[in-house]
């Protein structure tokens, strides 16, 4: 079964000191009257769509709802009206699924290159960390620094010439 994101329509209690409860009456698009679907909701002031209407299943589009106080003896109040701009539908499944093996997936990828890189491109890294044999080795030039005055540490990377990367 799909899942709805659910929507809370809520309303201010009537003033009336004899109503008892509330019905919800709803329609497709526009149009909703005492005629439209309802909901018998007992004395309260928000329900959580879908979940609390049981038979409340539109088919796709906005929905336009209607509430309405009803007192002790069954009469009802004018309908108050809302538009709901959003769709209690959910989207059409996926079509297709299926499980490939890596080794496919590799092999396909393998095909898909063009040339093998043959030379190492120098990045720079900001504040790359090297160990302490590297760092003597590397005391004596000068790396390169930003606006900052922040050093960079240059590094080989294997790579095609137009991904080069700086900084």
Do not use: C
């Not at 149009?31 to 909901?39: I, K, L, M, N, T």
Request: aromatic share 10%; charged share 30%; proline share 7%.
């Amino acid at each position: 079964m799909a899942k709805i994101k659910k929507r809370k329509l809520r309303w201010k209690a009537s003033q009336s000191q004899q109503v008892v409860g509330y019905r919800l009456y709803w329609a497709e698009g526009e149009g909703v009257d005492y005629s439209s679907p309802f909901a018998a909701l007992g004395n309260v002031t928000e329900v959580v769509l879908p979940d609390d209407i049981d038979g409340f299943s539109p088919t796709g589009g906005p929905v336009e709802f209607g509430v309405a106080a009803i007192d002790e003896l069954g009469n009802e109040s004018d309908l108050v009206i809302f538009q709901a701009p959003y769709q209690f539908n959910v989207p059409l499944a996926p079509e297709e699924v299926w499980i490939e093996s890596v080794d496919e997936l590799e092999s396909e990828a393998d095909e898909a290159e063009e040339t093998e890189p043959t030379e190492p491109i120098a990045l720079f890294v900001k504040g790359a960390k090297v160990d302490e044999a590297a760092e003597e080795e590397e005391a004596a030039e000068a790396l390169p620094q930003d606006d900052d005055g922040e050093s960079y540490k240059t590094v080989q990377h294997y790579g095609y010439p137009d991904n080069e990367k700086r900084r």
